[in-house]
């Protein structure tokens, strides 16, 4: 069973400041993506990451996918406030054992809280 | 920019009633999906949908569940006799995974009350 692990679970940041949120998971997959989710809203796309070394930016935001460790990164750069709010990874294990594309298996979700 | 779209917003429903959940799916899109999030924990996988059938489903999509695609437009998900633990909000997707950067677009979701 695949897992995907994030963490920390619970971040809390004063604006400003930079840091990263860690995705790992537990089978080969070669398809990652972020997702943003506000309070009672639904998932908004970040980035979509399809291979080994792959690394994305959009603004403050920044992925990257490290397919040998099984690990993706979300970093946050001179954080604002609008970007509190719930991030969650997914993988689709897209490939592996002949499983079909679009199951994703979602993280727990980091939430993040930017401070003035 | 198109959307999925979601229908109702919020859902009552007593306990051992059947409920069905609207969605409509962004026009081009070839593959459905159906996930739910119980509050404040993540968000899971249910079941996928392309040509008219199932492609793959979860432990949680048990008969009660069911899938149809009744016409065009409209992906709608049942649940046959609804239990407290079916409280949800559930989100429908949509995507063309004939292009490999395209990520599943998400509906604004159905909030699921059961009493």
């Known amino acids: 069973e695949l897992k995907v692990e994030q963490n920390p679970l619970f971040l809390s940041m004063q604006e400003g400041k930079n840091y990263t949120i860690y995705c790992n998971y537990s089978?080969?997959?070669?398809?990652l993506y972020w997702y943003r989710q506000d309070p009672g809203k639904s998932l908004e796309s970040l980035f979509v990451?399809?291979?080994?070394?792959a690394v994305k930016q959009e603004g403050r935001l920044m992925a990257s996918l490290d397919t040998k460790a099984r690990l993706s990164t979300l970093h946050i750069t001179a954080a604002v406030h609008d970007l509190s709010a719930t991030y969650f990874c997914?993988?689709?294990?897209?490939?592996?054992?002949?499983?079909?594309?679009?199951?994703?298996?979602f993280g727990q979700g980091t939430i993040l809280t930017v401070h003035p | 920019e198109p959307e999925v779209t979601q229908t109702p917003s919020h859902q009552v429903t007593q306990m051992g009633q059947e409920v069905i959940l609207r969605c409509v799916p962004i026009?081009?899109?070839?593959?459905f999906y159906w996930y739910r999030q119980i509050l404040g924990q993540k968000v899971e996988f249910l079941v996928s949908?392309?040509?008219?059938?199932?492609?793959?489903k979860s432990e949680i999509f048990d008969d009660q569940f069911s899938v149809e695609r009744p016409d065009g437009s409209n992906f709608t998900l049942k649940i046959r006799s609804t239990k407290l633990e079916d409280s949800a909000m559930y989100f429908c997707?949509?995507?063309?995974?004939?292009?490999?950067?395209?990520?599943?677009?998400f509906g604004d979701g159905t909030r699921l009350s059961i009493l």
């Open positions: 997707a949509s995507s063309n995974q004939w292009v490999d950067s395209e990520p599943q677009h």
């Open positions: 089978t080969t997959s070669d398809r």
């Open positions: 990451l399809l291979s080994n070394g």
């Open positions: 997914a993988v689709d294990p897209a490939g592996a054992g002949g499983t079909s594309y679009g199951k994703l298996t």
């Open positions: 026009s081009n899109h070839l593959y």
């Open positions: 949908f392309y040509n008219n059938e199932i492609s793959e």
